[in-house]
């Protein structure tokens, strides 16, 4: 089974609208992370928000929050009064502590989002 | 800007050459991860790298190997290129490797494509 799954390949939006991404993951690990990453079209990944699976609120950062429903296993990301820069691709992605010591990120396939004016 | 720097950013290499691609990570971050993104992909781990050793590796065969120094810069060395190596090669360096997990900074990327 995929470990993340983003259902949407791309999504328009309005110009100072709120848009939600969609997110869904897979893992037994009762500790694990999840993280989301905006990728312009210069190729940088740039972090966005992280929701730790024991945090009791839903996290946010500025116009960017998340929308966490653990027993569904899903992590949405919201972003507020869009703006014309927040085109680009969106990454959802998870880290489980894991029991090896490598905890690295897997990723979904991504939604590309575009605002449009 | 994230503070993890990546060399070169683009790169062309012939098929069954070499490539060497470093990256510089975050100012106290002691672990490096690699990651390969080929054209409308996610990111896919290659491994990742604490403490100067191997920690960790994704489904990429042996002639993926990494190198990280004391300073924790890395390196990612691809013997035996092929077409399909074409892609962009990312780095990602984080605080911790225990406990809960902490979110990881990524740098720039390198394009390498392989012709």
Redesign the interface.
């Known amino acids: 089974a995929q470990k993340?799954t983003q259902t949407q390949p791309g999504m328009f939006v309005q110009e100072k609208e709120a848009v939600t991404l969609d997110c869904t993951y897979d893992t037994s690990d009762p500790?694990?992370?999840l993280?989301w990453?905006k990728q312009p079209s210069?190729?940088?990944?740039?972090?966005l928000i992280?929701q730790?699976s024991?945090d009791q609120q839903n996290a946010t950062e500025g116009r960017y929050s998340l929308n966490f429903q653990k027993a569904r296993k899903s992590a949405n990301l919201v972003i507020s009064a869009s703006q014309l820069g927040d085109s680009a691709m969106y990454?959802c992605?998870m880290?489980?502590?894991g029991q090896?010591?490598?905890?690295?990120?897997?990723?979904?396939?991504?939604t590309r989002l575009t605002v449009i004016p | 800007e994230t503070g993890v720097t990546q060399s070169p950013t683009h790169l062309i290499k012939t098929r069954g050459q070499q490539v060497t691609l470093r990256c510089s990570s975050q100012s106290g971050h002691n672990t490096v991860s690699w990651y390969q993104q080929a054209l409308g992909q996610g990111p896919q781990f290659i491994f990742q790298y604490y403490r100067e050793e191997e920690n960790g590796r994704g489904n990429f065969p042996p002639r993926f190997s990494g190198l990280q120094f004391p300073n924790y810069s890395s390196e990612l060395n691809v013997n035996a290129l092929e077409l399909d190596d074409s892609a962009l090669y990312l780095c990602a360096s984080t605080s911790d490797i225990r406990g809960r997990p902490t979110e990881a900074f990524f740098g720039q990327g390198t394009r390498l494509t392989v012709v």
């Open positions: 993340i500790s694990y992370g993280f990453y210069s190729g940088e990944m740039i972090f992280y730790g024991y990454f992605a880290r489980e502590a090896t010591g490598a905890n690295n990120l897997f990723f979904g396939t991504g």
